[in-house]
């Protein structure tokens, strides 16, 4: 089924991204998965671990109201288009893999057209020619099933603890408090990351 949401909530997203773009679209479909599998959740039970850092996480964290900022939005960057989501009171949960096929038959002709675009050796037709494929491209995303576009599978990790340790200590080499859970132990002293991987660049 297509897209349920309202054009309004929608061009929300977009604003709140900043641009259209079809990495968009996936979240916005992505979330939708989330009520069908989940129910219609308060973001306060929902946590989400995404495997990337590109478009469509904007539209997962507006829609969806896991955000980085409220620690239920988890990032592994792995690179792939896919979302965990779970319900934190009953440990259920799902992930969700962007199918290949979802955008194989324009892939390589869009990103050939990208690439002349981005380093300004297309030409004005190859221009126009790149903007309609984005174009068909988020309006497939919306149209379609939201099976048609994702695998749908149990979550292959456990659920992130909710637990926010807020002990801090002070780094050693520059003196800056850091959250205990992100110090580094070396030679004896406890160090932030930014310390510690300078200090082993010299070893
Ligand atoms: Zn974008
Ligand atoms: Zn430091």
């Given at each position: 089924m297509a897209c349920k949401l309202s054009q309004k909530t929608i061009s929300n997203v977009i604003k709140f991204h900043g641009h259209s773009c079809p990495g968009l679209r996936i979240g916005i479909r992505a979330s939708e998965l989330v009520r069908r599998e989940?129910?219609?959740?308060?973001?306060?039970r929902l946590v989400c671990i995404a495997e990337t850092d590109m478009c469509g996480v904007d539209a997962v964290q507006y829609l969806t109201g896991c955000t980085y900022g409220k620690g239920n939005l988890v990032h592994?960057?792995?690179?792939?288009t896919a979302f965990t989501f779970f319900?934190?009171?009953?440990?259920r949960g799902f992930r969700c893999l962007l199918r290949s096929g979802a955008r194989e038959d324009m892939a390589e002709e869009m990103s050939s057209l990208q690439q002349k675009t981005a380093s300004g050796e297309a030409n004005e037709a190859e221009q126009a020619r790149s903007k309609e494929f984005r174009r068909l491209m988020e309006e497939r995303l919306m149209v379609s099933d939201l099976d048609q576009l994702f695998e749908v599978m149990e979550p292959n990790v456990a659920m992130p603890r909710?637990?926010?340790?807020l002990a801090s200590l002070v780094c050693e080499a520059c003196g800056e408090e850091t959250m205990e859970s992100r110090t580094r132990r070396f030679a004896g002293k406890t160090l932030c990351q930014p310390c510690f991987n300078k200090v082993e660049q010299k070893v």
């Open positions: 989940l129910g219609d959740l308060p973001d306060a592994r960057d792995y690179g792939k319900d934190r009171e009953t440990g909710n637990a926010r340790i």
